[in-house]
T-cell receptor
Framework: DGGITQSPKYLFRKEGQNVTLSCEQN?????MYWYRQDPGQGLRLIYY???????QKGDIAEGYSVSREKKESFPLTVTSAQKNPTAFYLC?????????????FGSGTRLTVV | EDQVTQSPEALRLQEGESSSLNCSYT??????LFWYRQDPGKGPEFLFT???AGEEKEKERLKATLTKKESFLHITAPKPEDSATYLC????????????FGKGTLLTVNP
């Protein structure tokens, strides 16, 4: 079955440590997105990529970095510059510029600072 | 800037008690309005996309409607398994194909 795979499901980060969250899709979708979800808040866009080797900052990009070397993969690195990284991280994808289609989400990674 | 406001924040229903969730939005040219269901600790599950005022879509006990300012998600005769957070999001024509989400409505259906 086609879908989006996020790993790991749970991740623990020590102070000052960089960690990378994986997002892989086999839907042949062009665009991929990273969102952050905090309790009582809507999903907030961190970074997005519409084509390979290109990506744009979202609303809360500070302290995060991404790469898009392959169409299928869009990893997110949470750097030590992100002061409050504890959150639920969601990856999504869609067919580029195709409106008659819903965004597909992964099952999420819960990151906790210890 | 696109904005989405969902109400109520939380809704508690008895099994079989029909109700509606509201999603008010402001957007510079609506490309699409999306409804998602999210269970605790899971990613959002796609329900509907609506594109123009007057459009309606149904799926089992759920029906989504759209006007120029808001969307409603009607739940008919809900069951306990309908308990979840329901998220609304819009994609505006000026958004460069990005979604703006509301904070969601937490629905609890008691047996």
């Amino acid at each position: 079955d086609g879908g989006i795979t996020q790993s790991p499901k749970y991740l623990f980060r020590k102070e000052g440590q960089n960690v990378t969250l994986s997002c892989e899709q086999n839907l042949n979708h062009d665009a991929m997105y990273w969102y952050r979800q905090d309790p009582g808040q809507g999903l907030r866009l961190i970074y997005y990529s519409q084509i390979v080797n290109d990506f744009q900052k979202g609303d809360i990009a500070e302290g995060y970095s991404v790469s898009r070397e392959k169409k299928e993969s869009f990893p997110l690195t949470v750097t030590s510059a992100q002061k409050n990284p504890t959150a639920f991280y969601l990856c999504a994808s869609r067919v580029w510029a195709e409106v008659n289609y819903g965004y597909t989400f992964g099952s999420g990674t819960r990151l906790t600072v210890v | 800037e696109d904005q989405v406001t969902q109400s109520p924040e939380a809704l508690r229903l008895q099994e079989g008690e029909s109700s509606s969730l509201n999603c008010s939005y402001t957007v510079s040219g609506l490309r699409g309005l999306f409804w998602y269901r999210q269970d605790p600790g899971k990613g959002p599950e796609f329900l509907f996309t609506l594109y123009s005022a007057g459009e309606e879509k149904e799926k089992e006990r759920l029906k989504a409607t759209l006007t120029k300012k808001e969307s409603f998600l009607h739940i008919t005769a809900p069951k306990p398994e309908d308990s979840a957070t329901y998220l609304c999001a819009v994609e505006g024509r000026g958004s460069n194909y990005k979604l703006t989400f509301g904070k969601g409505t937490l629905l609890t259906v008691n047996p």
